[in-house]
Nanobody, 119 residues
């Protein structure tokens, strides 16, 4: 089993910053990528940012230049620094860990943390 513990959500004014962190534990060998997704009310979950085990990053166009994802492979943690936050960034943010074992990928999700940006 894989456990993901998230922290760092909250309420912030537009233009402010927040930092999300996620720590993975358990049977976490074979991590191929870690990342963050978000889901706003009435919308589908969308990718925010991911980072692979070799450090390649991918960002949603809407957060490029404002958000930075980082990963500590030794500690199995992934963080998301969010700057210049906008009201449209309001959502539940969930940590994701993708494991690759024997050619099969498995996704694990955190419980989600609320980020609310007021205008």
């Amino acid at each position: 089993q894989v456990q993901l513990v998230e922290s760092g959500g909250g309420l912030v004014q537009a233009g402010g910053s927040l930092r999300l962190s996620c720590a993975a534990s358990g049977s976490i060998f074979g991590i191929s990528a870690m990342g963050w997704y978000r889901q706003a009310p009435g919308k589908q979950r969308e990718l925010v940012a991911t980072v692979t085990s070799d450090g390649r990053t991918n960002y949603a166009d809407s957060v490029k230049g404002r958000f930075t994802i980082s990963r500590d492979n030794a500690k199995n943690t992934v963080s998301l620094q969010m700057n210049s936050l906008k009201p449209e960034d309001t959502a539940v943010y969930s940590c994701n860990v993708r494991l690759r074992r024997f050619g099969i990928e498995f996704d694990y999700w955190g419980q989600g943390t609320q980020v609310t940006v007021s205008s």
